[in-house]
């Protein structure tokens, strides 16, 4: 069965410090990773994703996040964090071999202190 | 391009009435996934439509029920509401290709909250 830890319910960084959520997941198959923002009453946005290749991905609004097989982690970071990146962040798995549905993780709320 | 929508955006119900969702994918998206988020549960899969086919269903009572049109528009059911089925319903469709294609990712809808008094 798939699954998806988020350890932090809260991470709190200041305006300009370099920001880190973590994510942590289990699959059978070979894992499809997700990064997903989502703003008060909003629905979810997609940020980035790992399906295969360079373990570092580059997505939107500047974050990205590095894929760590040994360790099945897939943390999301921003060099420098925006107020504006005040949100709440899911990772998400999906289990390439078996096409199996989505598992999202928690969700962390991110604070952005100016 | 026209993004996902839901409708309605907003729902009030009562216990034990019934109460369909509607979900209109992305033009040409043929895949169409419904979520439940809620305070405690986080988000949580419901089931998952492909071409009209029920393809993956989550852990939930059989009173959630869904389908998938010709035109991939999609509706989810629920009947004999519960207090504990207030929540946000959110809908993904994804880009052409197998649902669990490698290049597969899902874009939402804004949600419908549903709130049963």
């Known amino acids: 069965a798939q699954s998806v830890a988020q350890p932090e319910d809260q991470v709190n960084v200041a305006e300009g410090n370099p920001l880190t959520v973590k994510c942590t997941y289990s699959?059978?198959?070979?894992?499809?990773l997700f990064w997903y923002v989502q703003y008060p009453n909003r629905g979810l946005q997609f940020l980035l994703k790992?399906?295969?290749?360079?373990?570092l991905v580059k997505g939107s609004y500047g974050f990205e996040a590095e894929f760590n097989k040994s360790q099945t982690s897939f943390h999301l970071k921003k060099p420098s964090a925006l107020v504006s990146d005040s949100a709440l962040y899911f990772c998400?798995?999906?289990?390439?071999?078996?096409?199996?549905?989505?598992?999202f993780g928690p969700g962390t709320r991110l604070s952005v202190l100016p | 391009k026209a993004g996902v929508t839901q409708t309605p955006r907003y729902l009030i119900k009562t216990r034990g009435q019934q109460v369909t969702l509607s979900c209109s994918p992305i033009?040409?998206?043929?895949?169409v996934s419904w979520y439940q988020q809620t305070p405690g549960q986080g988000l949580q899969f419901l089931f998952e439509y492909f071409s009209e086919t029920q393809r993956n269903k989550g852990n939930f009572p059989g009173r959630f029920s869904g389908r998938q049109f010709s035109n991939s528009r999609s509706e989810m059911n629920v009947s004999t509401l519960e207090l504990g089925d207030s929540a946000l319903y959110l809908c993904?469709?994804?880009?052409?290709?197998?649902?669990?294609?490698?290049?597969?990712?899902?874009?939402f809808g804004p949600g419908t909250r549903l709130t049963v008094l």
């Open positions: 993904a469709s994804s880009p052409p290709g197998l649902a669990g294609g490698r290049n597969n990712e899902q874009f």
């Open positions: 699959v059978s198959g070979n894992p499809y």
């Open positions: 033009s040409g998206h043929r895949s």
């Open positions: 790992y399906i295969t290749g360079d373990n």
């Open positions: 998400a798995v999906r289990d390439g071999n078996y096409g199996q549905n989505f598992v």
